[in-house]
Protein backbone atom coordinates (compact mmCIF):
# COMPACT_ATOMS: atom_id res chain seq x y z
CA UNK A 1 0.00 0.00 0.00
CA UNK A 2 1.37 3.28 -0.59
CA UNK A 3 0.99 6.29 1.44
CA UNK A 4 -0.25 9.25 -0.12
CA UNK A 5 1.44 11.97 1.96
CA UNK A 6 4.75 13.02 0.77
CA UNK A 7 7.89 11.90 3.14
CA UNK A 8 10.56 15.30 3.63
CA UNK A 9 13.62 13.79 1.95
CA UNK A 10 15.44 15.12 4.72
CA UNK A 11 14.01 11.75 7.35
CA UNK A 12 16.25 9.42 5.48
CA UNK A 13 19.16 11.20 6.85
CA UNK A 14 18.27 11.65 10.31
CA UNK A 15 19.50 9.76 13.26
CA UNK A 16 16.90 8.26 15.34
CA UNK A 17 18.12 11.30 17.86
CA UNK A 18 17.71 13.70 15.14
CA UNK A 19 14.16 12.22 14.54
CA UNK A 20 12.77 12.62 17.99
CA UNK A 21 14.28 16.01 18.41
CA UNK A 22 12.49 16.87 15.09
CA UNK A 23 9.21 15.79 16.41
CA UNK A 24 10.00 16.90 20.00
CA UNK A 25 10.29 20.64 18.39
CA UNK A 26 7.25 19.83 16.37
CA UNK A 27 5.45 19.33 19.54
CA UNK A 28 6.93 21.12 21.81
CA UNK A 29 8.38 24.86 19.77
CA UNK A 30 8.76 26.80 22.89
CA UNK A 31 10.47 23.88 25.49
CA UNK A 32 14.30 23.75 25.24
CA UNK A 33 15.18 20.62 23.30
CA UNK A 34 16.22 18.12 26.37
CA UNK A 35 19.01 15.67 26.19
CA UNK A 36 18.09 12.45 24.45
CA UNK A 37 19.04 9.03 24.29
CA UNK A 38 16.81 6.52 22.02
CA UNK A 39 18.42 2.83 22.54
CA UNK A 40 17.18 0.11 20.95
CA UNK A 41 16.32 -2.92 23.50
CA UNK A 42 15.75 -6.86 23.65
CA UNK A 43 12.01 -6.98 25.00
CA UNK A 44 9.82 -9.91 24.67
CA UNK A 45 7.38 -7.75 22.43
CA UNK A 46 7.20 -4.92 20.42
CA UNK A 47 6.22 -2.31 23.34
CA UNK A 48 8.75 0.50 22.94
CA UNK A 49 8.45 3.45 25.59
CA UNK A 50 9.42 7.01 26.72
CA UNK A 51 10.18 8.52 30.04
CA UNK A 52 11.37 12.19 31.09
CA UNK A 53 13.81 12.31 33.94
CA UNK A 54 15.62 15.24 35.81
CA UNK A 55 15.31 17.14 31.93
CA UNK A 56 16.51 13.68 30.02
CA UNK A 57 14.11 12.46 27.94
CA UNK A 58 15.60 8.48 27.04
CA UNK A 59 13.38 6.34 24.83
CA UNK A 60 13.46 2.59 24.57
CA UNK A 61 12.62 1.44 21.19
CA UNK A 62 11.69 -2.49 21.02
CA UNK A 63 14.92 -4.07 19.02
CA UNK A 64 12.08 -5.17 16.61
CA UNK A 65 12.00 -2.19 14.85
CA UNK A 66 16.21 -1.56 14.68
CA UNK A 67 15.70 -2.28 11.09
CA UNK A 68 12.46 -0.48 10.46
CA UNK A 69 12.34 2.58 7.68
CA UNK A 70 12.88 6.11 9.00
CA UNK A 71 9.41 6.65 8.53
CA UNK A 72 7.93 4.25 10.92
CA UNK A 73 11.01 5.32 13.56
CA UNK A 74 9.17 8.69 12.43
CA UNK A 75 5.82 7.53 12.96
CA UNK A 76 6.62 5.99 16.49
CA UNK A 77 8.22 9.17 17.77
CA UNK A 78 4.65 11.16 17.06
CA UNK A 79 3.21 8.11 19.20
CA UNK A 80 5.21 8.27 21.89
CA UNK A 81 5.87 12.13 22.74
CA UNK A 82 2.44 12.57 21.93
CA UNK A 83 1.71 9.87 24.98
CA UNK A 84 3.90 11.72 26.74
CA UNK A 85 2.82 15.18 26.63
CA UNK A 86 -0.91 14.13 26.40
CA UNK A 87 -1.33 15.35 22.20
CA UNK A 88 -3.73 13.19 19.99
CA UNK A 89 -1.70 11.34 17.39
CA UNK A 90 -2.17 12.35 13.93
CA UNK A 91 -4.05 9.64 12.09
CA UNK A 92 -1.36 9.20 9.52
CA UNK A 93 1.57 8.42 11.61
CA UNK A 94 -0.82 5.90 13.98
CA UNK A 95 -2.04 4.60 10.62
CA UNK A 96 1.61 4.24 9.43
CA UNK A 97 2.93 2.64 12.52
CA UNK A 98 0.24 0.32 12.48
CA UNK A 99 0.68 -1.02 8.48
CA UNK A 100 3.98 -1.52 9.19
CA UNK A 101 3.83 -3.87 12.41
CA UNK A 102 1.12 -5.70 10.52
CA UNK A 103 3.04 -6.80 7.80
CA UNK A 104 3.36 -10.35 7.56
CA UNK A 105 7.40 -10.66 7.68
CA UNK A 106 6.86 -8.29 11.43
CA UNK A 107 4.72 -10.22 12.43
CA UNK A 108 6.44 -13.21 12.30
CA UNK A 109 9.55 -11.77 13.53
CA UNK A 110 7.64 -10.98 16.71
CA UNK A 111 5.96 -13.85 17.05
CA UNK A 112 9.49 -15.88 17.32
CA UNK A 113 10.77 -13.14 19.25
CA UNK A 114 8.24 -13.65 21.97
CA UNK A 115 8.64 -17.27 21.70
CA UNK A 116 12.14 -17.25 22.32
CA UNK A 117 12.35 -14.42 24.93
CA UNK A 118 8.96 -14.28 26.52
CA UNK A 119 9.10 -16.19 29.86
CA UNK A 120 5.22 -16.66 29.74
CA UNK A 121 4.03 -18.16 32.76
CA UNK A 122 2.06 -21.02 32.40
CA UNK A 123 0.01 -23.27 34.57
CA UNK A 124 -1.12 -26.91 33.91
CA UNK A 125 -4.42 -27.58 32.83
CA UNK A 126 -5.89 -28.52 35.92
CA UNK A 127 -6.96 -25.91 39.10
CA UNK A 128 -8.48 -26.28 41.75
CA UNK A 129 -12.06 -26.91 40.67
CA UNK A 130 -12.19 -27.34 36.71
CA UNK A 131 -9.68 -29.02 34.59
CA UNK A 132 -9.27 -27.60 31.15
CA UNK A 133 -7.94 -30.64 29.52
CA UNK A 134 -11.26 -32.39 30.49
CA UNK A 135 -13.49 -29.33 29.55
CA UNK A 136 -11.38 -28.80 26.08
CA UNK A 137 -11.56 -32.24 25.21
CA UNK A 138 -15.29 -32.42 25.57
CA UNK A 139 -15.96 -29.21 23.28
CA UNK A 140 -13.70 -30.00 20.79
CA UNK A 141 -15.99 -33.72 20.86
CA UNK A 142 -19.18 -31.64 20.47
CA UNK A 143 -18.37 -29.20 18.15
CA UNK A 144 -15.34 -29.36 16.62
CA UNK A 145 -15.46 -33.25 15.38
CA UNK A 146 -12.74 -33.91 18.31
CA UNK A 147 -10.10 -32.54 15.20
CA UNK A 148 -8.92 -29.69 17.13
CA UNK A 149 -5.38 -29.73 18.01
CA UNK A 150 -4.78 -29.43 21.62
CA UNK A 151 -2.60 -26.41 22.09
CA UNK A 152 -1.22 -25.26 25.70
CA UNK A 153 -3.95 -24.77 28.04
CA UNK A 154 -3.43 -22.73 31.62
CA UNK A 155 -5.20 -20.28 34.24
CA UNK A 156 -3.71 -16.76 34.27
CA UNK A 157 -1.90 -16.30 37.59
CA UNK A 158 -4.18 -13.27 38.65
CA UNK A 159 -8.12 -13.40 38.57
CA UNK A 160 -8.75 -10.88 35.88
CA UNK A 161 -12.16 -9.60 34.68
CA UNK A 162 -10.41 -7.18 31.99
CA UNK A 163 -9.20 -10.32 29.98
CA UNK A 164 -11.54 -13.86 30.70
CA UNK A 165 -9.68 -15.92 27.83
CA UNK A 166 -6.96 -15.88 25.67
CA UNK A 167 -5.35 -17.72 23.29
CA UNK A 168 -1.72 -16.79 22.39
CA UNK A 169 -1.10 -18.04 19.17
CA UNK A 170 3.00 -17.51 19.44
CA UNK A 171 2.79 -20.33 22.52
CA UNK A 172 -0.04 -21.84 21.13
CA UNK A 173 -2.05 -21.36 24.26
CA UNK A 174 -5.11 -20.94 25.77
CA UNK A 175 -4.70 -18.93 29.18
CA UNK A 176 -8.35 -18.63 31.30
CA UNK A 177 -8.78 -16.15 33.95
CA UNK A 178 -8.33 -17.51 36.97
CA UNK A 179 -11.42 -15.56 37.92
CA UNK A 180 -13.59 -19.18 36.40
CA UNK A 181 -11.52 -21.38 38.93
CA UNK A 182 -14.14 -20.67 41.85
CA UNK A 183 -16.78 -22.74 43.58
CA UNK A 184 -19.30 -20.34 42.67
CA UNK A 185 -18.75 -19.80 39.03
CA UNK A 186 -21.41 -21.53 36.63
CA UNK A 187 -19.34 -24.22 34.43
CA UNK A 188 -21.60 -22.40 31.20
CA UNK A 189 -19.53 -19.36 31.91
CA UNK A 190 -16.52 -21.11 31.65
CA UNK A 191 -17.50 -23.73 28.99
CA UNK A 192 -17.93 -20.74 26.42
CA UNK A 193 -15.20 -18.68 27.35
CA UNK A 194 -13.11 -21.91 26.61
CA UNK A 195 -15.08 -22.58 23.33
CA UNK A 196 -14.58 -18.86 22.28
CA UNK A 197 -10.76 -19.06 22.20
CA UNK A 198 -11.34 -22.55 20.76
CA UNK A 199 -12.85 -20.74 18.13
CA UNK A 200 -9.85 -18.49 17.94
CA UNK A 201 -7.55 -21.53 17.19
CA UNK A 202 -9.64 -22.42 14.48
CA UNK A 203 -10.21 -19.03 12.90
CA UNK A 204 -6.57 -17.25 13.14
CA UNK A 205 -6.94 -13.63 13.44
CA UNK A 206 -7.15 -12.17 9.87
CA UNK A 207 -5.04 -9.42 9.16
CA UNK A 208 -5.46 -7.04 6.37
CA UNK A 209 -3.98 -3.58 5.46
CA UNK A 210 -4.07 -1.91 9.01
CA UNK A 211 -7.18 -3.57 9.69
CA UNK A 212 -6.90 -6.55 12.28
CA UNK A 213 -10.06 -8.82 12.24
CA UNK A 214 -10.22 -10.60 14.81
CA UNK A 215 -13.98 -11.82 15.37
CA UNK A 216 -14.69 -12.62 11.14
CA UNK A 217 -17.64 -13.21 10.32
CA UNK A 218 -17.37 -17.30 9.78
CA UNK A 219 -16.01 -16.82 13.72
CA UNK A 220 -19.37 -15.39 14.05
CA UNK A 221 -21.25 -17.66 12.73
CA UNK A 222 -19.29 -20.53 14.36
CA UNK A 223 -19.86 -18.98 18.00
CA UNK A 224 -23.56 -19.17 17.30
CA UNK A 225 -23.37 -22.83 17.23
CA UNK A 226 -22.87 -22.68 20.98
CA UNK A 227 -25.97 -24.18 22.83
CA UNK A 228 -27.30 -21.86 25.75
CA UNK A 229 -24.61 -18.82 24.03
CA UNK A 230 -27.19 -16.09 25.18
CA UNK A 231 -27.76 -17.58 28.65
CA UNK A 232 -23.76 -17.99 28.51
CA UNK A 233 -23.12 -14.34 27.70
CA UNK A 234 -25.52 -13.35 30.53
CA UNK A 235 -23.83 -14.79 32.75
CA UNK A 236 -19.92 -13.48 32.09
CA UNK A 237 -21.90 -10.40 32.84
CA UNK A 238 -22.60 -11.07 36.16
CA UNK A 239 -19.52 -12.74 37.53
ZN1 LIG B 1 -12.20 -13.26 20.95
Redesign the pocket.
Known amino acids: MIESESLPALLFFETPEEIYARVFRALRPRTPLPEMRVEFCQFANADSSVSLRDGRLRVRISDLLAGAPAPVIEALAFILLGKLYRKPVPRMYAHRYRLYMNRRDVRRQADLVRQIRGRKFLSGPAGEHHNLEEIFERLNAQYFDGLLGRPQLGWSRQAARGML?H?DPAHNAIIISRIFDRPGVPPLALEYVVF??M??LRFPVNHAGARRR??TRE?REAEKKFSRLREAKEMLKRL
Open positions: GFHELHVHF
